[in-house]
């Protein structure tokens, strides 16, 4: 009898040690916080993929498909195919989409600036905006309509679409999608963004007030946060930046989270990395405009950093084998 107890009380131990491993995504999902990652084609494609993202994360985004060049790709045939798998994959997993991007210097269709009448150009991006959201209405409930249009110095991007109208193209860009969906959360979104006091943060904060004193209909900025284990990182800078949006109404995504470093990584470096995912998790659970932790990868095995900074690398809290870091162990205690 004694031993049929002792089992019992192990199998009792064991169950109750197993009920405590938390899921990701439900522990996020709990904790409010839209916690996801940047996905591709093949992701959504494979159920292997699917899995492993859906037990991670309760959100997603495109990394690529929902760029003009692939959505949109000639100027009369609108590419829904991919980004349908993908909105229709998280979907039907209960998970959310955000929506990324509309009028961003890079991976616009070749087409677009072959398009000589400005009258015609601005009726072009507004037909971009309106169709690709009302496709996707009720589906997608955040977007970055514009993306990196300041320099690091905080004048303006001299970008295709800022030469040929300046500032006033990217309001006009937030009143179309405003009115293609009026419920989804608008975002302007950049990188090297994140510490109050930097000149590209700083000259984001002044233009974003600015449209919202003109009532404008921002919802947010997005904080895409590619940031290096072996820079300067301050929480105090990023948080006081949030609070500002804060106080203007706004909210504050977080929305290509990666730490990138030097490769092949030392314990250590993984270590002050797990330290920063976790201190911005920190913020986002404790500043109430933070609701959105997308990562810009699913795991290390797929990731842009070693294409651009070459010697860099294993970004993400999910590893190259597809096994969750102690980072993510770490991040999933704090929900
Ligand atoms: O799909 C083509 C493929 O057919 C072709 O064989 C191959 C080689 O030329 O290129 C493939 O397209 C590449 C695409 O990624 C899909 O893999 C493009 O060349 C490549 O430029 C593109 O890079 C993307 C990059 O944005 C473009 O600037 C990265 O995947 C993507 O992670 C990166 O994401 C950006 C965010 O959108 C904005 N914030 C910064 C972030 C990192 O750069």
Not at 182 to 204: C, F, M, R, T, V
Not at 287 to 292: I, K
């Amino acid at each position: 009898m004694k031993n049929f107890k002792k089992a019992a009380f192990v199998l009792a131990v064991l169950l109750l040690l197993a009920g405590c491993k938390k899921v990701p995504s439900k522990a996020a999902t709990k904790a409010g916080v839209n916690f996801g990652a940047a996905i591709t084609i093949g992701d959504a494609l494979n159920q292997e993929q699917i899995k492993l993202i859906t037990e991670n994360f309760n959100t997603v985004v495109a990394e690529n498909n929902m760029k003009w060049e692939n959505i949109h790709p000639k100027k009369t045939f609108y590419n829904f195919g991919d980004m349908d798998t993908i909105a229709d994959m998280a979907v039907s997993n209960g998970m959310k989409v955000r929506g990324h991007t509309f009028i961003w210097y890079q991976q616009n269709a070749p087409y677009v600036s072959s398009i000589k009448s400005d009258d015609e150009l601005k009726a072009h991006l507004e037909e971009h905006i309106t169709k690709v959201m009302e496709h996707y209405k009720g589906k997608i409930y955040e977007y970055d309509v514009a993306n990196e249009i300041f320099e690091e110095d905080g004048s303006f991007r001299k970008s295709f679409w800022y030469n040929r109208f300046g500032e006033e193209i990217y309001e006009f860009a937030f009143e179309v999608a405003h009115k293609a969906d009026p419920d989804a959360i608008l975002i302007l979104n950049d990188y090297n963004n994140e510490n109050a006091g930097d000149a590209k943060s700083d000259a984001q904060y002044k233009f974003v007030k600015k449209m919202v004193e003109k009532g404008v209909p921002i919802n947010g900025i997005g904080l895409q946060l590619h940031l290096q284990e072996n820079l300067p990182f301050s929480k105090d800078a990023i948080r006081k930046n949030v609070q500002r949006y804060g106080e203007l109404g706004l909210k504050v995504s977080f929305t290509e989270v990666d730490v990138r470093v030097k490769t092949p990584a030392t314990p250590e470096a993984v270590k002050h990395q797990q330290e920063i995912f976790c201190d911005l998790l920190d913020i986002a659970l404790t500043e109430p405009n933070v609701d959105t932790f997308v990562f810009w990868g699913v795991s290390d095995a797929h990731t842009w950093v070693p294409g651009t900074f070459p010697g860099y690398g294993d970004p993400l809290p999910i590893d190259k084998d597809n096994k969750p870091k102690e980072a993510m162990k770490a991040m999933v205690k704090m929900f």
